[in-house]
């Protein structure tokens, strides 16, 4: 009779840490659609990032194009034609923390 609770209490821990994951995060080509393509802000971009980790974008999106001198961001270019860029900076924790998104200073 005691192993009930003990059962029980696994199975909730087992459901509560599966819920934690149903997120799935968003590509790069998604983000260059919605950016260009739906004119989505980088206040929008940054909600679908939330909580995500530099490690978890460089994974999902590959290596940057670019990184930021002095601050701690990461730079990737939008589209084929790679006119606009997206610049995601992290905070203490390595998480996204701030979204940018510009035109592409050419050079």
Same mark, same amino acid.
């Given at each position: 009779?005691?192993?009930?609770? @003990?059962? %029980? $209490?696994?199975? =909730?821990?087992?459901?509560?840490?599966? =819920?934690?994951?149903?997120?799935? $995060?968003? *590509?790069?080509?998604?983000?260059?659609? $919605?950016?260009?393509?739906?004119?989505?802000?980088?206040?929008?971009? $940054?909600? /679908?990032?939330?909580?995500?980790?530099?490690?978890?974008?460089?994974?999902? %999106?590959?290596?940057?194009?670019?990184?930021? *001198?002095?601050? %701690?961001?990461? @730079? %990737?270019?939008?589209?084929?034609?790679?006119? /606009? &860029? &997206?610049?995601?900076?992290?905070?203490?924790?390595?998480?996204?923390?701030?979204?940018?998104?510009?035109? /592409?200073?050419?050079?």
């Amino acid at each position: 009779m005691r192993r009930w609770p @003990i059962a %029980w $209490l696994a199975v =909730c821990f087992l459901l509560f840490s599966a =819920c934690g994951t149903g997120q799935q $995060l968003v *590509s790069l080509q998604e983000v260059s659609q $919605l950016v260009l393509e739906q004119g989505y802000t980088a206040g929008q971009i $940054l909600e /679908r990032l939330q909580g995500a980790s530099t490690e978890q974008l460089q994974k999902q %999106w590959g290596e940057p194009d670019g990184v930021l *001198s002095g601050m %701690w961001g990461d @730079i %990737w270019r939008l589209g084929e034609q790679e006119e /606009r &860029i &997206i610049i995601v900076y992290y905070d203490a924790e390595g998480l996204a923390e701030t979204v940018i998104i510009q035109e /592409r200073e050419m050079q």
